[in-house]
């Protein structure tokens, strides 16, 4: 074998060994990305877990949970807390949205979490009145388009 077959093997061999870094690194990178969406999925499902039990036990706030999503009247009080609860939720389907953009979250679950919020819009007068007074101001502009953006009439109003 001459010197310059031997550099031109030296050469293949390398070029072989480049590629399959390439072709690990692809592995490894799709097996991290999967990884991600697992984690990102449990977490945001601990993450309503915990909001939907957060109260669970606490008779009085339930029921101004169910006053304040019927359109009843509330005390100041029972307005903050209805008001509070409700950015928690808003927070919790900006995250929502973000893991989804950035691919993190499955489209299916996504379209089916925002159909049942739209659901609850229409269903609870207080959920539509504190959404359309002040929710819509918290929310990112992909929760906005999630919630209203399928709608065939305005939900806020003029």
């Known amino acids: 074998m001459t010197r310059e077959q031997r550099r031109e093997l030296i050469e293949a061999i390398g070029v072989v060994a480049i ?3 390439f072709i690990f690194l692809a592995l490894e990178i799709s097996q991290n990305s999967e990884l991600m969406k697992a ?5 945001m499902a601990q993450d309503t877990v915990d909001l939907l039990t957060l109260n669970v036990g606490n008779t ?12 009843e009247e509330l005390t100041d009080v029972e307005q903050t807390q209805f008001a509070l609860t409700y950015s ?3 927070w919790h389907w900006n995250n ?9 979250y499955d489209e299916s679950e996504y379209s089916l979490q925002f159909n ?8 609870f007068p207080g959920f539509k009145s504190f959404w359309c007074d002040i929710g819509r101001l918290a929310a ?19």
């Open 19 to 21: 590629v399959g870094s």
């Open 140 to 158: 990112s502009p992909d929760v906005i388009d999630a919630i209203e953006g399928t709608s065939n009439d305005d939900l806020c109003g003029p």
């Open 116 to 123: 049942i919020i739209r659901g609850e819009l229409d269903e």
């Open 88 to 90: 928690g939720w808003i």
């Open 39 to 43: 984690q990102s999925r449990t977490e």
């Open 96 to 104: 929502l949205a973000y893991l989804h953009r950035v691919g993190l």
């Open 60 to 71: 009085d706030f339930i029921d101004v949970w169910n006053r304040g999503n019927a359109g």
